[in-house]
Structures are given as structure tokens and as C-alpha cells.
């Protein structure tokens, strides 16, 4: 089903849209002057990279180099400039942000789009706890700068305003599935997908053979646990299992999980953050493991980029977060679907050019 039925380019069309494409732009310049105040520096990471990424169902877009002797070299447009910022860490930035276009494929539905736009910012040094408080100042800044008090998603509202309520994973599998996620994952950070899948179907989640652990995981997540999330104020969810946190190093004190959180209001998630992974041996295996899975899916697997490896080295501790800054404007606005707030949403196939 198309999301975006009627050309954006129609004058009575681009009329309706435009407040909220204004508000888009005021709300960036708030943003970024947010960041400017506390010391960080705005880069541009190049769109063009040897590795997408590899994370098992992150998919690319592919392209082709032809160097000065006419030979070709497959690249690739970037999901997320998180490879190139973390090698700006390892050269000695700081706190660094940037407003990142970029490009995931297989993804299009109200709230996804191929091209979109991602505020990533990192703190070297700093724990991933401030990442926090910097998600509930930004959308406090957001709501601030479009004239709203409720973020607002069909029929859900969030206080922009008020403390985002913190949530572990083993507790919201608890509260809103009645499943022990911890007593599926060993002391060593192992999965059991027999023990999760037990729970699952006697939760009433419908379950395929194939299905790993990390699908019954993402299941549980999506029909039970993202539905509560984010109402009536922001919710960070926490403590993802170390198997679901391919960029993150594990926490202290407890090896099955890891310093993730991701950040959600009105049922939709808005950001997601790491306290960064910087053993390059560790990073290694995870990218190959979920290659081979990605391999086992899809029948693709995506190179690794082994400057970054080497990159993650020289990189000093740090905590980063990737947000949907197209989602956020949608949630300030009132917007139904993500191309709301595009200026120029890419055209479906066989509809012409954007």
C-alpha cells in the first residue's frame, strides 16, 4: 500500500504540508544550537562507505566507485555515519553531532522511509546515562520550538515535558507478557531459544519453526512490549540482552546485558543508544556472527570495514545515540505518516521522480 498517495509537488498538497515542513526547519536550528551550547561540534560523515553495516537485518543500498584506472569497486550508502563518527573519536574529537542523511532499504511504511534524516551525537568519556537526560532535553527543546505541549502519534500522547519513565527489558517482558527474559539468557550471555520459546506460546505468541531466539525476541517486542511504551510521558527502554546490542559493551556487574537503551514516546522508538563497544577482537566476531546469520536469511553478507576495527583501537570510551530526527518532527506536529514531514519524499517505483 503506498504512503504517500497524492504528489507532494501539487500546490494544494504542499500548502497542507508546509507548516509542518517549517516547523521541521525551526526545530533543527533548536537543536542544533542545543548542541552548540554544550560544547559539541557539528560533523558531516561521508554517505559513501566500504560497509553499510552489519547488523543482521539492516540492508543497504549498493553502488559502484569507478576509480582513475576505469576499475569498479562495490560501496555502499550508509545506514547510520556511526562507523565514520566513532573514527573521529579514535582522532581525537570529543562531542561530536551531526544531522546525517541516510539510507536503509527494505524499510518503507508511515514511519519508515528509504532516505531519512538521523541526529547522531557521541560523548567520549561519558556515560551512557547522559544520553538520557540529553533524549528528555531535546524533546523538551523539540516540543518548545514547534508551540506543543503533547508529542502525538494516532491515538497516543506523550508529555515532552515530563521525566521519561526507565524500563528494563526483563521488566516490561514481566509486566506486559508475563516472560522471565533473563532466565532465557545465561550467566555467559547464551540465549535459549527453548526456554524463550515456551514462554512465548504460552504467552499466546504465535510462533514459526524457524523462528531464533532473536525473532522470538523481536516478536515479543513488537506485539507486547512497543504498544505501552511512550504514553503519557517518554520511556526509555534499558538493558537490552548482549546478543541484541551488536555495538555495545556489556554491563558492569552483569554480562547478559548491555548498555542499550532505546527511547520511545507514543509507542514509537525515537533513539537508540550504546555505551560504545571498543574491543576490536569482540566488534570482529559479533560482525561476522551476524553475517553469517544475515547470509543464512537473506543469502547476502555485507564486508566489514576493517579501518573502523582498527579505528576502535585508538577510540577512548564513549556513549552514543542515533534518534529519528524525522520521527521526532512527526511526533511535535501531529503527523500521520513520516513523508509529512519530508520536504521531497522519494517517489514510490512507477511513479516518476522526486
Not at 2 to 14: G, L, N, V
Not at 224 to 232: A, F
Request: glycine share 6%; net charge negative.
Amino acid at each position: 500500500m503506498s504512503s504517500s498517495p497524492t504528489p507532494f509537488w501539487r500546490p494544494d498538497i504542499h500548502a497542507d504540508r508546509r507548516p509542518a515542513l517549517l516547523a521541521r526547519g525551526r526545530i533543527k536550528t533548536a537543536l542544533r544550537r542545543w548542541f552548540e551550547a554544550d560544547d559539541f561540534v557539528e560533523v558531516e560523515a561521508a554517505i559513501l562507505q566500504l560497509s553499510p553495516g552489519n547488523e543482521t537485518h539492516l540492508h543497504g543500498f549498493g553502488t559502484t566507485l569507478i576509480d582513475n584506472a576505469a576499475e569498479p569497486h562495490p560501496y555502499y550508502l550508509h545506514t547510520s555515519p556511526e562507523f565514520a563518527a566513532k573514527k573521529l573519536l579514535a582522532a581525537g574529537e570529543a562531542r561530536i553531532f551531526d544531522f546525517a542523511r541516510v539510507f536503509r532499504n527494505r524499510e518503507r511504511t508511515v514511519l519508515h522511509h528509504p532516505e531519512f534524516t538521523m541526529l547522531e551525537w557521541y560523548r567520549a568519556g561519558e556515560d551512557y546515562d547522559v544520553l538520557m537526560r540529553d533524549c528528555a532535553a531535546l524533546m523538551a527543546e523539540a516540543a518548545r520550538v514547534a508551540g506543543t505541549t503533547q508529542l502525538r502519534w494516532r491515538d497516543a500522547e506523550a508529555d515532552p515535558f515530563a521525566e521519561p519513565e526507565r524500563l528494563t527489558l526483563h521488566d516490561a517482558f514481566a509486566r506486559h507478557a508475563g516472560i522471565d527474559l533473563l532466565a532465557t539468557v545465561s550467566p555467559a550471555g547464551v540465549t535459549d531459544r527453548a526456554a524463550l520459546a515456551e514462554q512465548a506460546v504460552a504467552a499466546g505468541i504465535r510462533l514459526a519453526d524457524d523462528d531464533s531466539w532473536s525473532d522470538i525476541f523481536s516478536r515479543v517486542l513488537s506485539e507486547r512490549i512497543e504498544p505501552h511504551l511512550g504514553r503519557g510521558r517518554a520511556t526509555i527502554l534499558c538493558e537490552y540482552p548482549i546478543s541484541e546490542a551488536a555495538l555495545a559493551r556489556p554491563k558492569p556487574g552483569d554480562p547478559r546485558v548491555a548498555e542499550r537503551f532505546e527511547l520511545y514516546a507514543c509507542g514509537v522508538e525515537l533513539a537508540n543508544a550504546f555505551g560504545e563497544l571498543t574491543d576490536p577482537a569482540e566488534q570482529r566476531r559479533r560482525f561476522e556472527a551476524d553475517m553469517d546469520e544475515k547470509e543464512r536469511i537473506y543469502g547476502e553478507r555485507y564486508p566489514v570495514d576493517d579501518d573502523f576495527l582498527e579505528a576502535l583501537s585508538l577510540m577512548p570510551a564513549a556513549s552514543g545515540i542515533a534518534l529519528g530526527f524525522d520521527r521526532l518532527v512527526m511526533l511535535c506536529v501531529g503527523a500521520r505518516r513520516i513523508e509529512d514531514v519530508l520536504w521531497t519524499p522519494v517517489a514510490e517505483p512507477g511513479r516518476g521522480g522526486a
